[in-house]
């Protein structure tokens, strides 16, 4: 097998793999819930961010990063986006970093 092929192969295998793992210990119903409730009236209901600043979720913005970078940033937030340390439990947070991901398309 060539070069080329088995980075194409990682490629498809490596986003998979994430997507299973987080999809079997989150709950995307409830993410999405939370997320209409917390996070789109910046980030969109699509994630195509309608505040400016807010990071699009729909092109994949901040979401090259791992589940527990994920939480620890939306726990503390940066500029515009709150912090959701004791607005949300744990779990809910990665109900809702199970959701965002879905977004990007
Ligand atoms: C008041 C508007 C607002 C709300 C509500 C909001 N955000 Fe944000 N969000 C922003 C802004 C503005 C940024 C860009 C901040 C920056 O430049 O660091 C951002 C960036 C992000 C990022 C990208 C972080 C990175 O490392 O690039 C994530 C992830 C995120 N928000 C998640 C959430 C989640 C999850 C919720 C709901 C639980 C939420 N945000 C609610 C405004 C908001």
Redesign the pocket.
Not at 39 to 62: S, Y
């Given at each position: 097998m060539n070069i080329k092929l088995i980075i194409i192969k990682l490629l498809i295998l490596i986003p998979t793999l994430i997507l299973a793992t987080t999809a079997a210990s989150s709950d995307l119903e409830k993410g999405r819930n939370?997320?209409q409730k917390?996070?789109q009236?910046?980030?969109g209901h699509d994630g195509k961010n309608t505040?400016a600043?807010?990071?699009n979720f729909k092109r994949g913005?901040?979401l090259f990063?791992s589940d527990s970078a994920?939480l620890e940033?939306?726990k503390k937030g940066?500029?515009?986006?709150?912090g959701?340390l004791g607005i949300?439990k744990e779990q809910q947070i990665f109900d809702?970093i199970a959701y965002?991901r879905t977004l990007y398309k």
């Amino acid at each position: 097998m060539n070069i080329k092929l088995i980075i194409i192969k990682l490629l498809i295998l490596i986003p998979t793999l994430i997507l299973a793992t987080t999809a079997a210990s989150s709950d995307l119903e409830k993410g999405r819930n939370i997320y209409q409730k917390n996070c789109q009236m910046c980030h969109g209901h699509d994630g195509k961010n309608t505040m400016a600043t807010a990071a699009n979720f729909k092109r994949g913005k901040g979401l090259f990063q791992s589940d527990s970078a994920l939480l620890e940033r939306i726990k503390k937030g940066d500029k515009a986006c709150p912090g959701y340390l004791g607005i949300l439990k744990e779990q809910q947070i990665f109900d809702v970093i199970a959701y965002i991901r879905t977004l990007y398309k």
